[in-house]
Each structure stands twice: as structure tokens, then as C-alpha cells.
Nanobody, 119 residues
Framework: QVQLVESGGGLVQAGGSLRLSCSASGSFSAANVMSWYRQAPGKQRDLVAASVSGGTTNYADSVKGRFTISRDSSRNTLYLQMNSLDPEDTAVYYC?????????????WGHGNQVTVSE
């Protein structure tokens, strides 16, 4: 059973920084994609940043230059360093893992972590 546990959210003033962590437990392929999504009240859940196990990363335009996604594969942990935070970044942030198995694609989600950026 794969589980994702996020930590590191909270309240910060505009211009500040936070770092989110996502610890993955259980057995899964080393070939995977781990991502951060976020969902603001009344809005859809959107991709923030993704990290492919081979090293490729990509970002939503709205966070490029401010957020950095990284992973520690030895600890099965994903990070999101968020700098120059803006009130528009306020949302619940979710960790996401996608792996291909013999039974097909499997998706896993964390419980979500609130990030609130005040004016």
C-alpha cells in the first residue's frame, strides 16, 4: 500500500517562503512521476510542478522562477521550495505519484496541506 504524507504548509506573509515535503511509503517502481498540485477554494485542482524520476522537471507558468521541485530518491521524498509567495498561491497543496505497474497506471494522492499567504 503506497501512502503519501505531506508536511510543511502553514501561514506566511506575502513575499515569504515555505517548503513542502511529501514522504512516500510502500513499494513502488523507481520509474515514476511525482508532482505537486494545488486547489484554491472554488477552483479546479491544477498542476504546480512535476518531477520525473529520470530528472526532468516542469512547472506551471505562474510559479516559474519562484518555486523549485526536487526529490531525494533515497528517502522517497519530494519537496517544493516556494519563494516570493503571493496571496494568489493560497491553496491546498497535494502531492501526487504516478507509476506504471503490470496492472496498468496507478495514481496516489496525499491528504493535502494548506498554504495560506496573507497580504
Amino acid at each position: 500500500q503506497v501512502q503519501l504524507v505531506e508536511s510543511g504548509g502553514g501561514l506566511v506573509q506575502a513575499g515569504g517562503s515555505l517548503r513542502l515535503s511529501c514522504s512516500a511509503s510502500g513499494s513502488f517502481s523507481a520509474a515514476n512521476v511525482m508532482s505537486w498540485y494545488r486547489q484554491a477554494p472554488g477552483k479546479q485542482r491544477d498542476l504546480v510542478a512535476a518531477s520525473v524520476s529520470g530528472g526532468t522537471t516542469n512547472y506551471a507558468d505562474s510559479v516559474k522562477g519562484r518555486f523549485t521541485i526536487s526529490r531525494d530518491s533515497s528517502r522517497n521524498t519530494l519537496y517544493l521550495q516556494m519563494n516570493s509567495l503571493d496571496p494568489e498561491d493560497t491553496a491546498v497543496y497535494y502531492c501526487h505519484l504516478v507509476v506504471e505497474t503490470t496492472a496498468g497506471r496507478r495514481d496516489y494522492w496525499g491528504h493535502g496541506n494548506q498554504v495560506t499567504v496573507s497580504e
